[in-house]
């Protein structure tokens, strides 16, 4: 009697169902073999298991929505200064901006958690991003560009590395500074400035606009970031602006700049250059005050979960933004 192999491999997606049938026609088939022959059939086992808790944490480690956001921002600040430009050229521009700016994303929330795996792991990891993200950078030539890395690491570093005067994250204000300054400033007027194909004298209205509005969401995000574990941080001790707002204050703060967000991308609407743009994004900005109106009404202030659906409501609307930007040109 020819032996049953026994494969294990997790890493292919089998449903449930498909499993359950194979362990009963493998324990059919033993049954039958006991009856007919009075012996166990032998069993060879082979084990191709992958310890998945590596990649799970690498995975975390890279903060995958914080990569969206930054994948999202370079190609609408991308898409909105080089409008005129040749589609082949614009391609060519994110080829250089788009690694560096991924990398040095994963740099930066790195510095902010290189315990998640040991502390020598995670500097590597740390390390071996920054190095990759100045490295591409370098090869763009692009001044604009190599400063933005730099100033976004140097900011990542005043918020999360552990040394005497630094670790600002500990701080609410130093700590939403920061966040101002790389989200609402540094990433947008760098990546537009590398990506302009001519030499920027005077603002733009248009980067103007993008800088005011994402200074608004970046307040929000900010702030709203610890309600939903504003007891937890109460019991330890950590004054976050929630805290010392209090929860309804600083909710209601966050939907009114929301709210106000909203509004004034719909009036910027009438004044764009032509119907389509209009229509675009005037529409889709009174569906967003809309939104954020219904949404907040429905939220209890008194549960976690609710809080922290409203939360990642706001990042859906923060990358919606993005697809937005653009019909600005």
Request: hydrophobic letters at 50%.
């Amino acid at each position: 009697m020819a032996p049953i192999l026994r494969v294990h491999v997790p890493f292919l997606k089998i449903s449930p169902s498909k499993v359950a049938r194979r362990e009963h026609d493998v324990s059919t088939y033993e049954a039958v073999h006991v009856r007919k022959t009075g012996t166990q059939p032998r069993v060879m086992s082979v084990s191709t298991s992958v310890d998945y808790h590596g990649v799970s944490a690498l995975v975390r480690f890279t903060r995958p929505h914080t990569v969206l956001g930054t994948v999202t921002s370079v190609c609408s600040m991308t898409l909105l200064a080089a409008s005129h430009v040749r589609i082949f050229d614009v391609f060519g521009i994110l080829g250089q901006a788009l690694l560096p700016a991924v990398f040095m994303n994963i740099a930066i929330v790195g510095l902010n958690q290189v315990g998640e795996f040991s502390s020598n792991t995670g500097l590597l990891l740390v390390s071996a991003s920054t190095a990759v993200a100045f490295t591409w950078g370098a090869l763009s030539e692009s001044t604009a560009l190599i400063s933005t890395l730099l100033v976004s690491l140097v900011l990542g570093i005043l918020y999360s590395v552990d040394l005497k005067m630094l670790r600002w994250k500990r701080f609410p204000l130093l700590a939403a500074g920061c966040i101002l300054l790389v989200r609402a400033l540094t990433v947008h007027v760098g990546f537009f400035l590398h990506a302009s194909p001519q030499p920027i004298n005077i603002i733009p209205p248009s980067l103007m606009h993008v800088v005011a509005v994402m200074t608004i969401y970046s307040i929000v995000i900010a702030i709203f970031k610890d309600l939903p574990d504003i007891s937890g941080d109460a019991i330890h001790g950590i004054r976050t602006i929630g805290i010392q707002l209090g929860v309804k204050t600083a909710f209601s703060l966050c939907v009114f700049l929301l709210f106000l967000a909203q509004t004034w991308g719909a009036v910027h609407g009438f004044h764009s250059g032509s119907i389509l743009r209009s229509s675009v994004l005037i529409t889709s900005h009174v569906l967003g005050v809309v939104f954020v109106l219904t949404k907040a009404f429905k939220v209890d202030l008194l549960s976690s979960a609710s809080l922290h659906a409203y939360y990642m409501f706001i990042w859906k609307l923060f990358y919606v933004q993005y697809l937005l930007f653009p019909f600005l040109a």
